[in-house]
């Protein structure tokens, strides 16, 4: 069975950083991309930061420069370095995983697992 579980979100002033953790466990992906994704009260989940199975980045273009997205492969962790964070970036932030079958890796419809979320708040 795949869990993921987040952990490191927080309240912090604009300008700050923060780092989130997902721990997963069960995933049995040959080819796989983890995910960071974020949402705010009424809209649906923006896909932010995507790590895949030959370690290659994508980013949506808002955080683009500020945020960095890694794997330790052996602590089976994946990581969101948020540097210079805005009210904007404020939202509940969602690990997944996926097969990596998608042209759009942002987007929701490509992953099959997903964490309970933690929270970040930025204020101004």
């Known amino acids: 069975q795949v869990h993921l579980e987040e952990s490191g979100g927080s309240s912090v002033q604009a300008g700050g950083s923060l780092r989130l953790s997902c721990t997963t466990s069960?995933?049995?992906?040959?080819?796989?991309?983890y995910a960071w994704f974020r949402q705010t009260p009424g809209k649906g989940r923006e896909g932010v930061a995507v790590?895949?199975?030959?370690?290659?980045?994508t980013y949506a273009d808002s955080v683009k420069d500020r945020f960095t997205v890694s794997r330790e492969k052996e602590k089976n962790r994946l990581e969101l370095q948020m540097s210079n964070l805005q009210p904007e970036d404020t939202a509940i932030y969602y690990c997944?995983?996926?097969?990596?079958?998608?042209?759009?890796?942002?987007?929701?419809?490509?992953?099959?697992?997903w964490g309970q979320g933690t929270q970040v708040t930025v204020s101004s």
């Open positions: 997944a995983v996926g097969p990596c079958t998608r042209s759009n890796r942002l987007s929701t419809d490509g992953y099959d697992f």
């Open positions: 069960g995933e049995t992906y040959t080819t796989y991309c």
């Open positions: 790590f895949d199975y030959l370690s290659r980045t």
